[in-house]
């Protein structure tokens, strides 16, 4: 058994062998087919190489190179043949570039720049631009429509100022004679000596002059209100809604004057606007149905009255007939003696009724062609008012009725202002504890602290406990 194993181990070992003799003959066959196309490659260029070399030669040798390439073409032949299948074409993957109609309207000639000559100088062209402010004004339309507009306003100002002063001064000048018969001082500008009197410029359109020194008064302020002609946007909205220069006269009248009664009486627009303005026409006084049956006044004139018996005496015939023929002139006169301003918009806020004060206030319209003395009478009128307030008395009754309307007016105020009040009263006392527990407190005393304590105690428990009604029944 042994040799027999030895035999087939020798057997195994040969065959081995053999097989990595013919896996090294294989492997080497292939390394030279792979380089086999180098060769045949490097083959058919010299044979390229030759053929044109015996091309040459033929030319100049005639026909014996013509037998000799015929000979040798069947050969190249099969060559060529042999080799197509190893070979990679060789195209140009640029060679569309070269095509004329690939690229349209392109010129390949004008890429071409013409040479520079360096020692000529170049030649600019400067064009020929036209001047437009000299030769297209229309260009400018809207710059010269804001210096126009600007012009214009500016002249209407110093034009609208120096009239409006004019205006002022004419007034001051008519009216002086009578101003100095009746006040002690004329134009008070407020100092200690008067260093300018006459009127006050407070804008270009408002000018003001303070009178004092006359019995019945405190004293008088005019107010000359101009139309504002020094702006020209004011001018153009006066053109849809007309106005007037227009003299307000406030006379402050002395403490215990006058009887206590409201009234008004002036044109209709005006009446309206100042009934719904001034608290004093809007609590006390109502308006008058057909005043001019009533109270003889002009047609187109409204009148606003608390006690008829006052108005009635306030509207006599000197009054009336002054009325009548200044109707153009005079715009309202207005006489109160609980005058406490404008009508307050949140009266919730005041805790105190306003201070009244005794008050004739006059409007009038100033004339259109600054002829002044014809509204000179109506200064007259405003001083023979006074003195007839110095000396009209109602009547019981009346008296007695004007009474209860003020009566009336302080419990509706007093009831529209109880809340505001109840809260005002209730911040007071928690205050007051707050200060009596921060002095307890600073104290250092125990003793006190302590009573402070059940003083507090004693107190809230009051506040909380229920609230019973007493009832006392009699015996039978």
């Known amino acids: 058994m042994r040799p027999v194993f030895a035999l087939l181990l020798v057997g195994l070992l040969c065959a081995c062998q053999l097989n990595n003799a013919n896996v090294n003959s294989e492997s080497e066959d292939d390394i030279d087919n792979d380089f086999a196309e180098f060769d045949d490659d490097f083959v058919e260029s010299s044979y390229d190489t030759a053929t044109a070399e015996n091309a040459d030669s033929s030319k100049g040798s005639g026909g014996a190179g013509v037998s000799k390439e015929k000979l040798d073409a069947p050969k190249r032949t099969v060559n060529d043949d042999d080799d197509d299948d190893g070979l990679v074409e060789n195209d140009d993957e640029f060679e569309h570039f070269q095509d004329e109609e690939e690229f349209e ?33 229309d260009s400018y339309w809207m710059e010269m429509l804001m210096v126009a507009g600007l012009l214009a306003y500016f002249a209407n100002f110093f034009a609208g100022k120096a009239k409006n002063a004019r205006l002022a001064q004419l007034w001051f000048s008519t009216h002086k004679a009578l101003l100095d018969e009746n006040f002690a001082l004329v134009g008070d500008d407020g100092k200690v000596e008067n260093e300018n009197p006459g009127l006050i410029k407070e804008s270009e359109s408002l000018y003001t002059l303070w009178c004092s020194g006359r019995t019945c008064c405190e004293g008088m302020l005019v107010e000359l209100k101009m ?21 307000h006269i406030k006379i402050e009248l002395s403490r215990g004057l006058m009887d206590s009664f409201v009234f008004a009486v002036g044109s ?8 719904k303005e001034y608290t004093d026409l809007t609590k006390f006084c109502s308006l008058v149905a057909k005043p001019e049956e009533r109270y003889n006044v002009p047609s187109g004139f409204g009148v606003l009255s608390e006690i008829p018996e006052a108005t009635s005496a306030i509207l006599e015939s000197r009054v009336i007939t002054a009325l009548n023929k200044y109707q153009s002139y005079i715009d ?10 404008p009508v307050q918009q949140e009266e919730g806020t005041t805790l105190k009724q306003p201070e009244t004060k005794a008050v004739l206030y006059a409007g009038f319209n100033l004339p259109k062609h600054a002829e002044m003395e014809t509204i000179k009478p109506l200064l007259l009128l405003i001083f023979y008012l006074m003195e007839r307030l110095k000396t009209y008395r109602m009547s019981k009754e009346a008296k007695t009725k004007a009474d209860k309307n003020r009566l009336r007016v302080e419990e509706e105020f007093l009831k529209s202002t109880h809340a505001a009040r109840a809260e005002a009263a209730a911040q007071r006392r928690e205050d007051k504890r707050k200060q009596e527990k921060e002095r307890v407190l600073a104290e250092e005393d125990p003793e006190k602290q302590r009573r402070w304590e059940l003083k507090e105690q004693k107190r809230q428990a009051k506040k909380n406990a229920p609230k019973m009604k007493r009832l006392a029944v009699k015996s039978l």
């Open 268 to 275: 209709k627009k005006t009446i309206s606007k100042v009934f």
């Open 332 to 341: 309202y006169l207005h006489i109160s003696d609980q005058f406490s301003g």
């Open 227 to 247: 139309i504002k002609r020094q702006d020209l946007v004011s001018l153009v909205a006066g053109l849809m809604r007309p106005q007037l220069d227009q003299a």
């Open 105 to 137: 309207g392109y010129d390949a000639g004008d890429t071409m720049e013409p040479p520079i000559d360096q020692k000529t100088e170049p030649k600019l062209k400067i064009p020929n631009i036209p001047l437009h402010f000299r030769t297209h004004w």
